[in-house]
């Protein structure tokens, strides 16, 4: 399995892409990148990538794409794959999965 595939199936698989609308998954050699519906994620974040780092946590990479720029809001290092919904959800205000909702 990829770690682009592992990280997908880390952060709820089908559910996640279900959930929150993510779209263009990109998968890097060390990474999974994705755009988000910016219309619906707190301080208009449409860019995630989730890099798989050295030391076995994640680096998770908050963006805004517009046009041909690209600005990043904000890096959460040093992430366990536990930690990587919460965060996601803690960044974006979108929830992963219907069992997190309402929490």
Known sequence: MSIA??????????????MTGAKNL????????MRLPGNMCRQRINYLKIVLDPSDTYTMEFGRVWGSKYKVIETVEGVY???LCDIFTSKTGMETSLGTMGR
Not at 5 to 18: D, K, Y
Not at 26 to 33: K, M, P, Q
């Open 26 to 33: 990109l998968a890097h050699e060390d990474a999974l990148s």
């Open 5 to 18: 595939q592992t990280i997908l199936e880390q952060l709820g698989g089908r559910r996640f892409i279900v």
């Open 81 to 83: 794959c536990d930690m």
